[in-house]
């Protein structure tokens, strides 16, 4: 099993580009999440999605967007890349939507320049 | 608002010496309460919970204290190697919208065991 899998795992982009980060996870987890890590900040909920179908905001969800495109995978789009996007992204899920361990893909290192 | 403290931000320590990280949360509803070690270029791996219903929690060298009503839980490593050295989250469990549940995770503590 690899788990939680994300790409890319590095990108830069200029002001204004669009991309999407891509997130997949072979558990036959119900809920899955974004994460974004500043350094001296910890990590900060953007969004998250309980089950399929449906998603919610989190903590700091301006600027993003997400899809959950089936059970596997949840996709977080930047429509118009700002240099305050520069950071480190997790994907992560869990089991459930009542809080249950979460396990953590590798990142995407995304700088925004 | 919705708020986890964790302290220290940097802890450093000697090889077979234990450490100690503190954390607060804000929420009294918050019930489930999980520590993650982050090394250099991963991603966060969960390494001991608990939830409300206990005061103490122990998995070999690492054990998880909680105080509900002080709203505080601490990580203890006893014992502590070169490969404990990582950054380490608390987190803690609070209500979101729609009735779920969504992780506030602490600000990390970094950990570095000399040999």
């Known amino acids: 099993n690899a788990g939680v899998t994300q790409t890319p795992k590095f990108q830069v982009l200029k002001t204004g580009q669009s991309m999407t980060l891509q997130c997949a996870q072979d558990?036959?987890?119900?809920?899955m999440y974004w994460y974004r890590q500043d350094p001296g900040m910890g990590l900060r909920l953007i969004y998250y999605s309980a089950s399929e179908g449906t998603t919610d905001k989190g903590e700091v969800p301006n600027g993003y967007n997400v899809s959950r495109l089936n059970k596997r995978e949840f996709s977080l789009r930047l429509e118009s890349a700002a240099p305050s996007q520069t950071s480190v992204y997790f994907c992560?899920?869990?089991?459930?939507?009542?809080?249950?361990?979460?396990?953590f893909g590798q990142g995407t290192r995304l700088t925004v320049v | 608002g919705e708020n986890v403290e964790q302290h220290p931000s940097t802890l450093s320590v000697q090889e077979g010496d234990s450490a100690v990280i503190k954390c607060t949360y804000s929420d009294s509803a918050s019930n489930y309460f999980p520590w993650y070690k982050q090394e250099l270029g991963k991603g966060p791996q969960l390494i001991i919970d608990?939830?409300?219903?206990?005061g103490e929690k122990k998995d070999q060298r690492i054990a998880v204290t909680l105080n509900k009503t002080a709203k505080h839980f601490s990580l203890h490593i006893t014992e502590t190697q070169p490969e404990d050295s990582a950054v380490y989250f608390c987190a803690a469990s609070m209500p979101h919208e729609g009735g779920s549940e969504k992780l506030v995770f602490g600000k990390g503590t970094k950990l570095t065991v000399n040999p």
């Open positions: 558990m036959n987890h119900n809920s």
């Open positions: 608990i939830r409300s219903n206990v």
């Open positions: 992560a899920s869990s089991e459930a939507w009542l809080i249950t361990e979460a396990f």
